[in-house]
């Protein structure tokens, strides 16, 4: 079956760093997806990784073992406005609808 | 329109009562697809769409159909409205490609049966 784990919640204080960590167990992988959703708003991208390594995208990274089924997302230099849901998805590479998501992590900033 | 948008943006329906959810994407992207998200549950696949003129279930496609006439609409239906469909549904689209799938979600229905 599709399995995906993630924090439920976590929360940091401003100005520091957090990793969210993301483990998949899935049929088919074609790259790991991380989304940011804010209450009542919608998912919106944040990063892709399909090749093991660390892709770099301004305060947040994302890292990718595809041997041990694990990402994790980094973010540096918390700021208020990054207290969200953090989503990770898997691409299936199938045509089932192609992405599997976690239930994602609530990261609360705190002054 | 930019992007994908969904109509209504929140709905208060009685039980028993047929609903359609609308989506529409002016992104020409192939697939399309519906989430709905339930606390603690996460997104979960009901239904998706490779192309027009195709459609397939997803996680929890019980009591939802769809359909693609076009590129850019997937309307959901729900025949029959239980409170178990109590949630916030998303549209989703991507351009489907085998090497790189984002996908762009639309901002979401809320839904309420009663």
């Known amino acids: 079956g599709q399995n995906i784990d993630q924090p439920t919640e976590m929360t940091a204080t401003e100005g520091a760093i957090v990793q969210i960590n993301c483990t998949y167990q899935?049929?088919?992988?074609?790259?790991l997806f991380w989304y940011q959703q804010h209450a009542g708003e919608a998912p919106t991208f944040l990063s892709y990784?399909?090749?093991?390594g660390l892709e770099e995208k301004g305060r947040f990274s994302s890292f990718l073992s595809r041997s041990k089924g694990y990402s994790y997302l980094l973010l540096k230099e918390l700021q208020m406005k990054d207290s969200a849901s953090y989503l990770c998805?898997?691409?299936?590479?199938?045509?089932?609808?192609?992405?599997?998501f976690g239930r994602g992590t609530q990261l609360t900033v705190w002054p | 329109i930019a992007g994908i948008t969904q109509a209504p943006t929140s709905q208060i329906l009685a039980a028993g009562r047929r609903m359609t959810l609308r989506c529409t994407q002016d992104?020409?992207?192939?697939?399309m697809y519906w989430y709905r998200q339930d606390l603690g549950l996460g997104l979960r696949l009901i239904h998706y769409?490779?192309?027009?003129?195709?459609?397939g279930k997803g996680e929890v496609p019980d009591g939802y159909s769809v359909s693609r006439a076009n590129t850019d609409d997937f309307p959901l239906t729900l025949a029959s409205a239980v409170p178990s469909q109590t949630s916030v549904y998303f549209c989703?689209?991507?351009?489907?490609?085998?090497?790189?799938?984002?996908?762009?979600f639309g901002p979401g229905t809320r839904l309420t049966v009663l």
């Open positions: 989703a689209s991507s351009p489907d490609r085998v090497s790189y799938n984002e996908q762009f």
């Open positions: 899935t049929s088919g992988f074609n790259g």
């Open positions: 990784n399909v090749l093991d």
């Open positions: 998805a898997v691409d299936r590479g199938s045509t089932l609808g192609r992405l599997y």
């Open positions: 992104m020409r992207h192939n697939a």
């Open positions: 769409s490779n192309t027009a003129g195709t459609t």
